[in-house]
Each structure stands twice: as C-alpha cells, then as structure tokens.
C-alpha cells in the first residue's frame, strides 16, 4: 500500500513565523502535491510538482513555496504566516504524468495561526 | 477546461437505506474519474476509480458507480447504508494528460440511525 505521511497532525504557529509542512510518500512517486481544504471551499491546489527540484503553481499559491529536495520528500513553506492561512493542509503523491493511477493522500495537518 | 460538480452538498439518510450521491463532470474526451471518501479530521481515501471498459465499477466498503457518457456523470451508489459511512465524499477527475485532479465541492453525508 502507498503510505503518504505528513509530519504533524496538528500544529499551532504565530502570525509572522515560517511554517514548514513536511510530506514524504514511499512508493518513488514521481508527482506529488499540496492542497488546503477549507469549509465551503473544497480542496484547492497550492503547488505541485513532477519530478526533484521541479515545481509547478496549482492554483492558490501565493504566500505558499515548497521544496523537492529528494523524490521522497515535498514541503510546503509559508513564508511569513498570516491567520488567512489557517487550514487544513493535504499532501498526496501519484505515478508519473499522463498515468491512470489515482493521487493517495496523507492524513493532512490542521495548521492555525494565531 | 475541465470541471466537476457535486449537485447535492448535504445529504441524510437512515441506516440500512440505499444511497445515490451525484456527480457530473465537464471534459472534452473520455476522463478518468475516482471517489474519495474523507472520514472527520482524515485525509481522502480511494473510494473507486474509472478509467475505460465496464462502466459499472466496484469499490471498497461495498460502494460502486457508473460512468454514462451520455449524461456526463458518474454517481456513487450502496445498497445499504451504515452509521460508519458518514463522512464526506469527493468526485474527481484526472483528464488523460497531466497529472492534476479537478474535485468536486463534496457532499457530506449524514447517517441517522
């Protein structure tokens, strides 16, 4: 089974701070992603990316950059958070570009900003 | 563009009740399509998937759907609903180029006992 973990359940920060959200998957998944959920707004794509050190904008991403460091490993960075970024973060992973297979998700993490 | 659409955000039925939750998509070719099913405070479990071929698919925890092109939909069925199935429920779709999922809004269902 593919296991999609991201690093803390929960996590409280203050307005200001740089925030990293870790995410790291063990199926050598090319592409990996970033979403935040909030009520009313379904999920929205904030960054994704195909391959190490290659990124692409989803569709929210300011205020957000993220990191492919390793195939394994995608974070998320806010830079200076705000309060407006309090949400539930995802992070999934899926098989090379163009493929059939479905995107699996982590557990995701409830991030406020206070 | 591509675009999916969840009509029903809330729905409610008794434990035992057959349940239907709809799901129409907006695409230009033959999509590949999924059900993810969120539990409070989780990430999104893989429900089932469509890609081409039988357009009745089976999934996990006794769910299925049907693709009908002709109406552009791709509806989550059970025959019997259980007091654990409440969660809510997400339509994707993955168009045959790229990698990006386009969900829908999400239908959020209530099982009364």
């Known amino acids: 089974d593919v296991k999609v973990t991201q690093s803390s359940r929960y996590l409280v920060k203050r307005t200001g701070e740089k925030v990293f959200l870790e995410c790291v998957q063990d199926m050598d998944h090319e592409n990996m992603f970033w979403y935040r959920q909030d009520p009313g707004l379904g999920l929205r794509l904030i960054y994704f990316?195909?391959?190490?050190?290659?990124?692409e904008k989803g569709d929210i991403p300011e205020g957000y950059s993220v990191s492919r460091e390793k195939k394994e490993r995608f974070s998320l960075i806010l830079e200076s958070a705000s309060t407006n970024q309090t949400s539930m973060y995802l992070c999934a992973s899926s098989p090379n570009q163009g493929s059939n297979q479905p995107q699996h998700f982590g557990d995701g993490t409830r991030l406020s900003i206070l | 563009a591509q675009s999916v659409t969840q009509p029903d955000i809330h729905i409610t039925v008794s434990e035992g009740a057959s349940l239907e939750l709809r799901c129409n998509y907006s695409?230009?070719?033959?999509?590949?399509l999924f059900w993810y099913v969120q539990s409070p405070g989780q990430g999104l479990q893989l429900l089932l998937k469509?890609?081409?071929?039988?357009?009745l698919v089976q999934g996990i925890k006794g769910f299925e759907a049907e693709f009908k092109r002709s109406q552009s939909s791709f509806n989550l069925r059970k025959p019997s609903v259980h007091w654990s199935d409440a969660a809510e429920y997400f339509c994707a779709l993955k168009g045959t180029s790229g990698s990006r999922l386009t969900f829908g809004e999400g239908t959020q269902l209530t099982v009364n006992p």
């Open positions: 695409y230009g070719a033959t999509p590949y």
């Open positions: 990316s195909y391959d190490v050190k290659m990124k």
């Open positions: 469509y890609f081409s071929g039988d357009t």
